[in-house]
T-cell receptor, first 115, second 114 residues
Framework: QKEVEQNSGPLSVPEGAIASLNCTYSDRGSQSFFWYRQYSGKSPELIMFIYSNGDKEDGRFTAQLNKASQYVSLLIRDSQPSDSATYLCAVIYNAGGTSYGKLTFGQGTILTVHP | KAGVTQTPRYLIKTRGQQVTLSCSPISGHRSVSWYQQTPGQGLQFLFEYFSETQRNKGNFPGRFSGRQFSNSRSEMNVSTLELGDSALYLC?????????????FGPGTRLTVT
């Protein structure tokens, strides 16, 4: 059973702080990793994807991937109240082959940024 | 560029009925995946279609089926609805470019079974 585990929340940070979200996965064959943000009552929105070890930065977001340790994290710098949402980590084990189109999701971490 | 569209957005059905949901992917995307999201189980993969062929399937009963048309639009059908089928059904379209793989979700169809 391929699993994706996220740090249990909810996570609460003050405005302007760095929010750190973590995710571990069980299958070393995992290829690509995604972070989605989901506001209450809305669908998931893709905010970052990463497939190489190391860091990937996009604006206030930084994704960090460590395949040897099988974890991927998301850092949100200068957190804003508008960042309050559920953050979903997802993994695709093989974009082709037997895992066509199938992302495996963690349960999500609820982030609250308070003024 | 228009995003993924899904219709209808909301649906109320009674047990035993069947339902068909529709999805139009992002222009140029040929892969469409379907997911079910519930508070208890989270996001679970249903199936994926590419060029009118189902390439991958999740662990759902045969009451859940789908198809894809030549224009990449996809439909999902649930027959003999059960109360537990109440969920947000999400369609996602994907593209692969070299090592890059991206999957974008539509707004979802919220199905309530009474």
């Amino acid at each position: 059973q391929k699993e994706v585990e996220q740090n249990s929340g909810p996570l609460s940070v003050p405005e302007g702080a760095i929010a750190s979200l973590n995710c571990t996965y069980s299958d070393r064959g995992s290829q690509s990793f995604f972070w989605y943000r989901q506001y209450s009552g809305k669908s998931p929105e893709l905010i970052m994807f990463i497939y190489s070890n190391g860091d990937k930065e996009d604006g206030r977001f930084t994704a960090q991937l460590n395949k040897a340790s099988q974890y991927v994290s998301l850092l949100i710098r200068d957190s804003q109240p508008s960042d309050s949402a559920t953050y979903l980590c997802a993994v695709i084990y093989n974009a082709g082959g037997t895992s066509y189109g199938k992302l495996t999701f963690g349960q999500g971490t609820i982030l609250t940024v308070h003024p | 560029k228009a995003g993924v569209t899904q219709t209808p957005r909301y649906l109320i059905k009674t047990r035993g009925q069947q339902v068909t949901l529709s999805c139009s992917p992002i222009s140029g995307h040929r892969s469409v995946s379907w997911y079910q999201q519930t508070p208890g189980q989270g996001l679970q993969f249903l199936f994926e279609y590419f060029s009118e062929t189902q390439r991958n399937k999740g662990n759902f009963p045969g009451r859940f089926s789908g198809r894809q048309f030549s224009n990449s639009r996809s439909e999902m059908n649930v027959s003999t609805l059960e109360l537990g089928d109440s969920a947000l059904y999400l369609c996602a379209s994907s593209r692969e470019r070299g090592d890059s793989y991206e999957q974008y979700f539509g707004p979802g169809t919220r199905l309530t079974v009474t």
